[in-house]
């Protein structure tokens, strides 16, 4: 199933990188920050140490963030599909404003389709969550004389860091 998702994510242009360990995230994502601030979103508290390292920007400066990193509460394989829990409308609008698009996934989340997802979203929703949202890919639109434009409405590019090992 994680071969699926990674070739889903890859046909939308997301770029997929696999880290057997926190470490090799950790180092993924400050590759991907270039010594820049970054923005981050709702993060569980056990994968704090992915970003511990990495400097913040202040939320008054998000629309000039390059990166804002986020995580993925699943992923759907057939779609390359991401579900974000972002309940503060400051971090919704971080991952809008960023050029970039880092999102941190775990592949025990990665469900088969839309349909199995029904559990983990009755699961979300229960534990008083408000705001989930599906991302695909990059950004895109074609609503300006029919010619498709990325990173118009949201990131340019979207990195999946897929969390394989035990963690």
């Not at 057997?20 to 950790?26: I, V």
């Not at 400097?55 to 390359?80: D, M």
């Not at 969550?129 to 300006?144: E, F, K, N, V």
Request: hydrophobic share 50%; charged share 15%.
């Amino acid at each position: 199933m994680v071969n699926k998702f990674i070739a889903a994510a890859e046909a939308v242009s997301a770029v997929v990188t696999r880290c057997q360990t926190t470490e090799q995230a950790t180092v993924c994502l400050a590759q991907l920050a270039q010594g820049d601030a970054v923005a981050v979103t709702h993060f569980p508290d056990q994968l704090q140490e992915l970003i511990a390292p990495l400097p913040r920007v202040a939320p008054e400066a998000l629309a000039t963030t390059r990166l804002t990193i986020s995580h993925a509460a699943a992923g759907i394989a057939a779609t390359g599909s991401l579900l974000l829990d972002l309940p503060d409308p400051i971090e919704r609008s971080a991952t809008a404003l960023a050029t970039v698009h880092a999102v941190v996934l775990d592949a025990e989340h990665i469900v088969p389709d839309l349909n199995a997802l029904a559990p983990r979203l009755q699961e979300l929703l229960g534990s008083g969550q408000s705001y989930l949202s599906l991302t695909t890919g990059p950004s895109r639109t074609a609503d300006i004389e029919r010619v498709l434009t990325i990173g118009v409405h949201g990131a340019k590019e979207l990195h999946i860091i897929l969390l394989e090992g035990r963690l």
